[in-house]
């Protein structure tokens, strides 16, 4: 009978305990059409990138300040950011890739896990 009241490690386990057991890892493999896609919009989000850094530079620090250019200036901000996060998602999904063909599958596992 289990009761609140008993304080005593009875339950616990001591020592190490191997939780990952004899699991194989597998590499994972997409499909190639995936992978051009995802490095397609790779570079489609560094040329963005880029292009919105130059945009929040000169608006930020070169341009006189105006209702209209604050405007673009919060629209390049905001897409930075947008384009930021998407590009670190696409590498999210290339990361398993690209440790798999260089053999840092349990790397990258251990890591995330």
């Known amino acids: 009978e ?21 699991v194989d890892y597998e590499c994972p493999t997409p499909s190639g059409s995936l992978v051009v896609f995802a490095g397609v919009c790779v570079g489609i989000c560094l040329c963005g990138l880029v292009g919105n850094g130059i945009v929040m530079w000169s608006l930020g620090f070169h341009i006189k300040q105006n209702p209209f250019n604050i405007y673009i200036l ?16 696409l590498l999210a999904v290339l990361m398993p890739v690209a440790f798999c063909l260089h053999s840092f599958i349990s790397f990258y596992r251990d890591f995330v896990f």
């Open 74 to 89: 919060n629209l390049a901000v905001s897409d930075f950011s947008l384009l930021l996060m998407f590009f670190l998602l």
């Open 2 to 22: 289990t009761t609140t009241a008993d304080l005593s490690l009875s339950y616990r386990t001591y020592g190490y305990g191997d939780f990952e057991g004899n």
